[in-house]
């Protein structure tokens, strides 16, 4: 064959997706139900105005861009199912407005969070056998029957109650958890209960079908243990190598007949536990109450409710009423799942609760007291004996999604609905075009119900939407650069081809779940697939004239490259010619990239390096050597000279949302400084082979930090400290650089004059 026929070839190559069926689809690529397909469709065959947003002139000519703000909040706040299947979630955003969708994704107040129970632990009351623990202070989390209200309750579809379970299928429990050493006054108690749930009835050991399942720490925190049917706790599995100051995952699988296994972060335990638990051969189709931060209970044992109370940090706890598989814990433990259990037709009812605890605080107790059920049962929890301060704004995941705060009365919600209500009237008030402006004043004057102005307003949104539409139809072959909006790839693709470029679909060895849920088994995606194609898309299609202009040619091969985000650091071309002439322009100069190696302070190869510190040393070896700078060309450190100095250094910052280390382990999010370079005076009376470096008091220091905005952005400034005995400290900070903590390389250079 030769290269034209090659070239000239109508054959194509592409991804082979062998013919499934719906279950097996959805089963194979963990998709919550096949609706998810079809939504999705709808989502990405949609074409969007590339239209800012953020200003109420680019998107408001007919209407009232205050109704639209007010509008659009109370949607949001009022029908975004929060605690709805992927479906659900995808049909609410098919069926908003482009201000719905665009004040969702950029402007409306989100919120994640954790919770810590025993913040105030109270004295505790121990038996005499060291384990069980009566706090003075009760507390926990009173998790309900999940037979809410508006609950449905169908045997025969397996739609009974939260904590029904069937012996057969066994049952799952997965949370996070961190926990800083037991203190003195409760180190004496060896067992705090992380969850129990029972059967709503009397405790009898006779008793065929009493069922109970407790999971807690045994002695601060070095066994995990596994209780049921009150008869002891076992089996004990150690977990004194794991770091519980810092945010774990575990999930434990209860098999029919009482086998276990335990997964961390992921990752399960070499061996299931044969555990020889109690397990009724009834099916458990009685309601249950569950407990979370302490014991349910224990009357039996002369112990009130919130007895083995717990002292720690929980998140995202979900309890599945079926055991879960290797590959579903194994994808989904970085990260939130879906919910609608109940509310979608489609799914099986296998969630009992989910509690992700994102709500925001409020400051009112009746409403920051409960806890929401994002499984879609409304199964909410109670807080017994809720302590402000006990809810954090701090996940355990670092790429957790944030949901929508509900709450409209709360302090960050009231500030958001205001601005945008004061900006859309202010509009307003200047917008010649609005309909209800060109109507006769006596007509608004009689319109004391609004249904004037709402009907007016409901015509002109169309008019609003159809003005946007043809807008950005007129521009669709325009070769520009957006910022905000979508086209579909597949017309962007037809695009590219009408105009003489055949092209195939690219990035199409993705597979459902990378595509319709932004993830693999083991990362989530910072983009949109479908997103990512379009972007691609445009580039070659604002490019077509220069790859036209110099096709055949290297320029040509590397701007189709750089349209993919590829340059020459990641692909070389090398060009060769027969009996052609290569002519060498020294003009022409390129950068090169030389790698050199860096020091590692962050923690990516070893969690250690976290708190690492780089210094001067003192090295017996080499006589030369000090464990300090001198200030002179003199041999004593007292002397200070008036000569300049400067100070250099080179800084990667990471891309630390959503690390993990050697372990699987998140990389701690939380510390938002980082100190980079400094220095200080040491004590006067050390000599150049000392090794101490102790700094003296009140001498000369300087500092250097970083500091990050918050745990979910990449912004961040830096801030400079200089302070001495002899004249007054000079603090400054620059303002809030985007995209620092991205990868991206600074050097700081500092003169210091005499």
Request: glycine share 6%; net charge negative; with cysteine.
């Amino acid at each position: 064959m030769s290269l034209q026929d090659l070239f000239d070839s109508e054959q194509k190559v592409g991804s082979v997706i062998s013919k499934k069926s719906l279950s097996d689809i959805t089963s194979s690529y963990l998709i919550q139900s096949y609706g998810v397909l079809s939504a999705s469709y709808t989502k990405y065959d949609q074409l969007l105005p590339h239209i800012d947003f953020s200003r109420p002139e680019n998107f408001v000519k007919y209407g009232s861009a205050e109704k639209y703000y007010s509008t659009s909040i109370s949607r949001i706040a009022y029908t975004f199912p929060y605690d709805g299947s992927a479906r659900e979630k995808l049909n609410w955003r098919n069926s908003s407005s482009y201000l719905d969708n665009y004040l969702f994704d950029e402007e409306y107040p989100k919120h994640t969070g954790s919770i810590t129970i025993g913040t105030t632990f109270g004295t505790a009351s121990v038996s005499n056998t060291g384990y069980y623990i009566t706090p003075s202070r009760i507390e926990y989390i009173k998790v309900g029957t999940g037979l809410s209200q508006n609950s449905v309750y169908d045997p025969t579809n397996d739609r009974k109650y939260a904590f029904s379970i069937d012996s057969e299928k066994g049952f799952c429990l997965e949370f996070w958890l961190k926990q800083d050493p037991w203190s003195a006054d409760i180190a004496t108690a060896s067992c705090q209960v992380v969850m129990e749930f029972a059967a709503n009835k009397t405790f009898t050991t006779s008793s065929t079908v009493d069922s109970e399942w407790a999971f807690a720490l045994i002695t601060s925190g070095t066994w995990l243990s596994f209780n049921n049917n009150g008869d002891g706790y076992y089996p004990n599995t150690f977990l004194n190598a794991f770091n519980f100051e810092e945010w774990n995952h575990f999930a434990i699988n209860v098999f029919s007949g009482g086998a276990l296994n335990l997964w961390k972060n992921g990752r399960k335990l070499e061996s299931d536990l044969n555990s020889g638990l109690y397990w009724p051969s009834l099916p458990m189709e009685f309601p249950f109450s569950g407990t979370i931060g302490a014991g349910n209970d224990y009357s039996y044992f002369g112990l009130p409710l919130g007895s083995f109370k717990f002292s720690g940090s929980l998140d995202d706890i979900r309890f599945w009423r079926r055991t879960r598989t290797d590959k579903e814990i194994a994808s989904n433990w970085f990260h939130s799942v879906d919910g609608g259990y109940e509310t979608d037709s489609e799914l099986e009812p296998d969630m009992g609760f989910y509690y992700k605890f994102n709500e925001y605080t409020t400051g009112t107790g009746s409403i920051d007291t409960i806890v929401l059920d994002y499984s879609g049962r409304k199964n909410n929890g109670q807080w017994i004996g809720y302590q402000s301060g006990a809810k954090s704004s701090v996940g355990a995941m670092p790429s957790e999604i944030r949901d929508p705060i509900q709450y409209l009365t709360s302090d960050v919600m009231s500030s958001f609905i205001q601005q945008k209500l004061a900006t859309g009237s202010y509009y307003d008030i200047h917008n010649n075009g609005a309909i209800v402006n060109n109507m006769p004043s006596f007509i608004l004057d009689e319109d004391s119900n609004f249904h004037y102005s709402n009907l007016t307003q409901i015509i002109a949104s169309m008019f609003d939407r159809f003005f946007l539409q043809i807008q950005s139809l007129t521009s669709l072959k325009d070769s520009s650069y957006f910022a905000s909006g979508s086209l579909s790839s597949d017309i962007m693709l037809k695009l590219i081809n009408s105009n003489g470029l055949r092209l195939d679909n690219i990035l199409n060895d993705y597979d459902l779940q990378e595509i319709l849920q932004q993830k693999s088994d083991s990362f989530l995606y910072a983009n949109d697939i479908e997103r990512i194609k379009e972007v691609i898309y445009k580039n070659i299609y604002n490019n077509l004239v220069y790859i036209y202009k110099s096709k055949g040619t290297e320029k040509a091969i590397k701007s189709v490259f750089r349209a993919f985000g590829v340059d020459d650091d990641v692909l070389k071309i090398k060009s060769y010619a027969k009996e052609g002439v290569i002519e060498i322009d020294g003009s022409k100069r390129k950068d090169t990239v030389r790698r050199k190696n860096m020091l590692d302070l962050y923690g990516s190869t070893d969690p250690q390096n976290m708190n690492a510190i780089v210094y001067n040393a003192f090295i017996p070896e080499q006589s030369a050597s000090m464990a300090y700078l001198t200030t002179s060309l003199g041999t004593t450190a007292q002397t200070h000279d008036s000569s300049n100095k400067t100070f250099e250094c080179t800084i990667l910052f990471p891309n630390k949302i959503g690390m993990l280390d050697s372990n699987h382990v998140f990389l701690n999010q939380s510390q938002l400084s980082a100190s980079l370079f400094g220095f200080y005076e040491i004590d006067q009376s050390l000599t150049p082979s000392s090794v101490d470096t102790t700094w003296q008091t009140g001498g000369y220091k300087f500092r250097a930090f970083s500091i990050q905005k918050d745990r979910y952005t990449k912004d961040a400034k830096f801030v400079f400290e200089i302070s001495g005995s002899t004249f007054n400290t000079i603090y400054t900070e620059t303002m809030f650089y985007p995209d620092i903590y991205d990868n991206s390389k600074w050097t700081f250079t500092f003169i210091f004059y005499s």
